[in-house]
């Protein structure tokens, strides 16, 4: 089948989110052919240019989110657009500015919000498509003095709440420029009668949408305008991180106004509950995701959670070998980027601790951070200065050297070259962030055969199970206490680590995550066999429009051995394959398919 793999940020790019995801699930997905749809972020990742892509991947299309919209004919056009724009985006401001419900349905919309914002924002949504297939884009209409106008009266509307109500001239520009960009796949030429008569996502079977935001919205306009079963896979919340980056600010760490927050995240949100009540089938990556999307609509029979696969292979050796080295039993190993929400003030007070208690104990931070990164002097500096400060140099008599407990490492030195390395330098592995979505590290940690100490944030008592100790975040004394229960006992960790180990093969490989998906869409596809434009004398779906043989590499010749039949040959695949698998057909094509015309019963009556 034809699969339209939609993206943000991330795949086909050689950087971003999800990148190594999604091309696990191409390669492991060979028998259907992909067209890549995906949505950029930032200059850099153009720059970076795309991974090595497989052969099953037959068409690539990208547009950015960032910088100045591409000009398309057509512009503002005439009053009559202009009179359609200010009523679609009318309503699109009114839906984000209105006030809280109070008696929405649970699990209706977005939180919050009642059902009738949650169908204004779609009608605007889609009225807004609609106009930009017309005239050819939104761009200079969304970024115009009249949409800052519509959205200033939305705001002062009896009612609002109080942090559109607050709104000014520089946070309404603010707010505008961002929808601009966020709506920027509805003016994308992506969607049929393309340059060469490219289908675009009218051709494809399939929209598989990797993320969350704006990368579901080709997604929400194929299925509402061809009918294409739409799958949505999230492994972070995506409305979550919407959150937390206007909390952050988008440049130099400086909080967005508040007015500017509510009325993103108001968008944000209610974008978020249409993906959610248009998808016919949503898979979360955790039960954590899987709350958030129930709590923003999502019904619980199309949920389906569906664990990210991971590579193990490389991690064999060290999980093989089991327990650490003589010497390394009693080294605690933290692994990861050196930021505040890891939390590493709280593992150096811990570890502080442990050697209270435990003098031989040592403890190895080994950052993944590229040594080039513009943030090294902030938090980092930090916390090498508190390890200074906690742990000076210790030496065993007046005549040795002193030597640091707490070593600071990067991945890729001699020492800790790869991430097997860096997981098998000790006997414990700590986790002790504040905020986490899925913890990649600590499955790593589990392919090692490695014992775990995690604090409970986000999907971590998921992954873990019983294979690790569990503490609460921001409790150092708790920390503490579980890492020396560990080191005191190397039975316990020997035995916590091989149980890690056989649940994460069980749950976390890239087999399990590719043959889920395998299934699933299979079944979508049963519910959707044929394309829309194959349709019969009454409009309906033509059952065995295409047959199977379209879609086998090879081609068709006529029966030469006196059967009368004709035979498939195999032969090799073409290095890019076309849009379009149509066999050459030797033989009289193939008889109508039955069954399409009127019962007995209809002919009578």
């Known amino acids: 089948m034809r699969v339209g793999l939609l993206t943000e940020g991330g795949y086909p790019y050689a ?101 009738v914002q949650a169908d204004r924002f779609a009608n605007a949504l889609h009225g807004l498509a609609d106009l930009a297939g017309e005239y050819g884009g939104l761009s200079a209409a969304l970024r115009s003095e009249d949409a800052v106008r519509t959205l200033e009266r939305a705001c002062r509307t009896l009612g609002a709440p109080h942090g559109a109500q607050r709104a000014r001239a520089a946070d309404l520009l603010t707010v505008t420029e961002a929808l601009e960009r966020a709506l920027r796949p509805l003016s994308l030429d992506w969607y049929g009668d393309g340059a060469g008569g490219d289908p675009g996502l009218s051709g494809v079977d399939l929209c598989h949408a990797a993320t969350g935001g704006a990368a579901v919205l080709p997604g929400l306009l194929a299925k509402r305008r061809f009918g294409t079963p739409l799958l949505l896979t999230e492994y972070g919340v995506r409305l979550r991180e919407c959150y937390l980056a206007g909390a952050a600010g988008a440049a130099g760490g400086r909080p967005l106004p508040g007015p500017v927050r509510t009325l993103l995240a108001a968008f944000h949100g209610l974008l978020a509950a249409e993906a959610y009540a248009r998808a016919d089938l949503i898979t979360p990556g955790n039960t954590h995701t899987r709350r958030w999307q129930e709590r923003c609509g999502a019904e619980r029979e199309r949920l389906r959670t569906v664990y990210p696969g991971m590579d193990a292979a490389r991690f064999a050796e060290v999980g093989e070998r089991g327990a650490a080295q003589p010497g390394d039993d009693r080294t605690l190993v933290w692994v990861g980027r050196i930021e505040p929400p890891k939390d590493v003030i709280a593992l150096l007070h811990a570890f502080a601790e442990v050697r209270r208690w435990q003098p031989d104990a040592r403890l190895r931070i080994i950052e993944t951070r590229r040594g080039d990164d513009p943030e090294a002097d902030g938090y980092p500096a930090h916390c090498r200065a508190l390890a200074d400060h906690l742990f000076p140099d210790e030496a065993a008599d007046a005549h040795s050297t002193g030597d640091n407990p707490v070593s600071f490492e990067r991945l890729g030195d001699p020492e800790v070259p790869t991430l097997a390395d860096a997981y098998g330098a000790g006997g414990v592995v700590v986790l002790s962030s504040v905020v986490e979505g899925f913890p990649v590290g600590l499955v790593e940690a589990m392919f090692c055969g490695r014992a775990t100490v995690s604090t409970d944030v986000g999907a971590v008592c998921e992954v873990i199970g019983g294979t690790g100790l569990v503490v609460p975040p921001r409790n150092p004394r708790a920390l503490a206490d579980a890492c020396l229960a560990l080191l005191s006992d190397a039975e316990r960790c020997a035995r916590l680590g091989a149980a890690a180990r056989a649940r994460a093969l069980e749950l976390f490989t890239v087999e399990q995550n590719v043959a889920a998906f395998r299934g699933i869409y299979l079944e979508l596809m049963s519910h959707c066999p044929v394309r829309r434009e194959e349709v019969g004398a009454g409009g309906g779906p033509l059952p065995f429009a295409r047959p199977a043989e379209a879609h086998v590499p090879g081609r068709w010749t006529a029966g030469r051995d006196g059967d009368g039949f004709g035979h498939w040959l195999p032969g090799p695949p073409a290095a890019r394959p076309a849009p379009e698998h149509t066999p050459t057909w030797a033989t009289p094509p193939p008889p109508e398919p039955l069954g399409v015309g009127p019962r007995p019963s209809e002919e009578s009556a």
Do not use: K, M
């Not at 091309?23 to 090595?52: I, K, M, S, T």
């Open 15 to 115: 950087t971003g989110d999800a990148r190594v995801w999604c091309d696990r699930l191409v390669r492991g997905l060979a028998q259907h052919e992909f067209e890549v749809y995906a949505l950029g972020r930032d200059p850099g990742q153009e720059a970076g240019g795309w991974g090595d892509l497989p052969r099953n991947v037959g068409w690539v299309r990208t547009a950015p989110l960032w910088g100045e919209p591409e000009r398309r004919p057509g512009g503002r056009g005439g009053r009559r657009q202009r009179r359609r724009f200010a009523e679609h985006f009318g309503e699109l401001a009114a839906a984000i500015s209105a006030p809280y419900g109070s008696g929405a349905p649970h699990g209706s919309c977005a939180p919050g919000r009642t059902t």
